[in-house]
């Protein structure tokens, strides 16, 4: 469930991107850290999301996909 409210909230702070920037990585980060994922998981999603999708927006658009990566990671 912290997974699904990571994305929630990275969604709201993210408007509009159209490609992975670094900028972007540490909020990913940021967020998941709070949510009390540990440093792993945090790395593994976001490592996997970058693989899969284009751009963060793109990740966002497609949010249905994620928890296939979350339970991967775990």
């Known amino acids: 469930m912290n997974k699904l409210v990571v994305i ?37 999603t976001l490592n996997q999301i970058k693989v899969k999708f284009s751009s963060l927006e793109e990740a966002l658009k497609n949010e249905e996909k994620l928890p296939e990566i979350f339970l991967d990671c775990n």
Do not use: G, H, V
């Not at 909230?9 to 909020?27: A, Y």
């Open 8 to 44: 929630f909230i990275f969604s709201l702070i993210i408007s509009s991107c159209n490609n992975w920037k670094p900028n972007d990585d540490e909020t990913y980060l940021l967020e998941c850290y709070k949510s009390k994922s540990d440093s792993a998981f945090c790395e593994c």
